[in-house]
């Protein structure tokens, strides 16, 4: 992966089970390329944290592609995700995605 411009969280969700708690993240990355990159990590809260990456997507170009990076890595987690707070996140690194991206979710 190219160098990280900025990094904003998309999705944060915790739960547990009878065995173990975790917290899963859903991560936009902004790369020093243009392109962007989204990734789904689990942080395990057993008796030693482990941050573990379950999803990324590289390489996006298009709001089309980073809704369905999204999408994918939100499925792949089970994390539901508010597009209201992710766009407003996402402006953050980029207004004009962001806008380009509102478009196609509304």
């Not at 999705?11 to 392109?35: C, F, I, P, Q």
């Not at 994390?79 to 995605?97: C, G, P, Q, R, T």
């Amino acid at each position: 992966m190219a160098s990280i411009a900025g990094t904003v969280l998309l999705a944060k969700e915790e739960d547990d089970n009878m065995v173990s708690a975790w917290v899963d993240y859903l991560y936009a990355h902004r790369l020093v390329d243009g392109t962007y990159s989204v990734t789904a990590e689990k942080l395990m809260l057993d008796q030693e944290e482990e941050l573990i990456t379950i999803d990324s997507v590289e390489g996006i170009t298009t709001p089309r592609q980073f809704i369905d990076a999204v999408n994918r890595c939100s499925m792949t987690i089970e994390i539901e995700v508010y597009w209201s707070d992710a766009l407003k996140a996402l402006s953050e690194l980029n207004k004009d995605f962001s806008a380009q991206v509102q478009s196609l979710v509304e």
